[in-house]
């Protein structure tokens, strides 16, 4: 295990290998100016470079600007950390390299790892990751695209290859000061997981979480991360340079919300879609969303089933929307969760909807190709499941009007014209086993407005 020290403003060291660890300050016997590199590239460049194992420190005040495009390429299992300038074998964050011209590249080995710690990593143009196969790894960083210079709004952090996996922990991503702008850009079959950290606070933008690009997909998944500085009114998606052939994917748990934001644009792909589970906007609601090619749903506190939609003081309800796309053998499908019965005999599990008469059967409630569920009901002592359904048994069977009965329950509507309030229930064929049933809801209608159709997300079994 060795040691590559870093400082600019002080190292003039080129070339001699790794020391042993210092523990003093930088600029102090064992980490004087012949003892440090002046930037991360100049010790990776050493005759006798950083190996699996070795440690590259910089100081907390390190920080090193590049005229230029800016490539580091990191050997496999080397660690860049940022240490305290007054005490080399102590961490501290704040080490820093950009470039105010050009792309700041990080490199590697097809199939290796990079673990980088406590650095800033800003570009005038693209923050990039440049190894096919590789796994960057990135705690307590700042990344920033578009930073310096012209600042353009199509510079992102992203992969610039194909099968890169970036992994960011407790880290601050960063956009330019554009309303157009995003932090990152998902290409190329990229899987970028972001796990905990936030948005920097720009004065303006950015106003999109994630640009898609014409060239693979990728997937995006964050897993707690405050997005309250995304601007006003931002989306998650930017599906402007999406081509129909990608899969794009972002899936958003746990995370903190902007006061207004949007899901995006209808996108261009079957296999383009954005999921938001157990998310907070704030409003003292767990918020679930989700929009694919056939429609989209939103967490609404303005709506609810009175009986069935207050969870631990929360109110609300799920405010669907289908494309021109959706059909009866194309639906609009999303999950409303699971329950739990012995499935060895009947059960009736009922779903409650509140709409502005858009059904065509009787009452105007929904016939069953306009609106179903499935159900995926466990077996009995095999793994696996059956699937149940209200839907069409095949696609030659003639819809049903009468299928779905008026309901009983009271809506809270929100000013909204709900005029119908119906519920969908499977009765069970009780040839299943005990165990937990994922249910579904399915939407053949095509072109359902904004407020015309409200889901109880609470699903009743008995």
Request: charged content about 20%; some cysteine.
């Amino acid at each position: 295990m060795g040691y590559f020290y870093v400082k600019s403003g002080l190292g003039t060291r080129t070339s001699g290998g790794s020391k042993t660890q210092e523990s003093g300050a930088f600029g102090s016997a064992g980490l004087e100016a012949a003892d440090v590199y002046v930037d991360i590239g100049t010790a990776l460049a050493d005759a006798s470079p950083p190996v699996a194992g070795d440690f590259i420190c910089c100081s907390d005040v390190h920080a090193a600007a590049f005229g230029a495009h800016e490539l580091i390429t990191v050997p496999s299992g080397v660690i860049i950390i940022s240490v305290d300038d007054t005490s080399a074998d102590t961490y501290k964050a704040g080490a820093d390299e950009h470039n105010t011209s050009g792309n700041y590249q990080v490199g590697g080995v097809a199939g290796g790892n990079v673990r980088i710690e406590g650095v800033t990593l800003e570009a005038e143009d693209n923050m990039r990751f440049t190894v096919s196969g590789a796994v960057y790894n990135l705690k307590d960083c700042q990344l920033g695209a578009a930073i310096y210079g012209t600042a353009s709004s199509s510079y992102y952090t992203e992969a610039s290859v194909d099968g890169v996996t970036i992994n960011i922990r407790e880290s601050v991503l960063r956009a330019s000061e554009h309303a157009s702008s995003s932090i990152v850009r998902i290409r190329l079959g990229v899987l970028i997981n972001v796990y905990g950290g936030s948005i920097y606070n720009n004065t303006t933008g950015p106003g999109f979480l994630c640009a898609l690009d014409g060239n693979g997909g990728g997937t995006l998944n964050c897993y707690g991360v405050d997005l309250t500085n995304l601007a006003s009114g931002a989306s998650i998606m930017d599906a402007t340079a999406a081509a129909s052939e990608d899969v794009n994917l972002i899936n958003l748990y746990d995370c903190k919300m902007p006061a207004s934001w949007a899901l995006g644009e209808e996108p261009t792909s079957a296999g383009s879609i954005i999921t938001l589970e157990n998310c907070d906007d704030g409003n003292d609601r767990s918020v679930r969303a989700r929009r694919d090619i056939f429609g989209q749903f939103l967490t609404d506190g303005s709506v609810y089933d009175n009986a069935a939609d207050t969870v631990e003081g929360q109110d609300f309800s799920l405010n669907v929307l289908t494309s021109a796309k959706a059909a009866s053998q194309a639906p609009f499908r999303f999950s409303l969760g699971k329950v739990r019965a012995d499935f060895s005999s009947a059960k009736d599990i009922v779903v409650q909807l509140a709409h502005d008469s858009l059904g065509a059967g009787t009452g105007s409630r929904f016939e069953n190709d306009e609106a179903w569920i499935e159900a995926h009901i466990p077996n009995s002592g095999d793994p696996g499941f059956s699937i149940e359904t209200t839907g069409l048994a095949n696609s030659l069977a003639a819809a049903v009007g009468t299928y779905n009965t008026a309901s009983s329950a009271t809506w809270t509507k929100g000013g909204k014209t709900l005029g119908v309030a119906e519920e969908i229930t499977l009765t069970t064929a009780g040839t299943g086993g005990e165990g937990w049933a994922e249910v579904f809801i399915c939407f053949g209608k095509a072109s359902i407005g904004a407020d015309d159709l409200f889901v109880s997300h609470d699903v009743g079994v008995s």
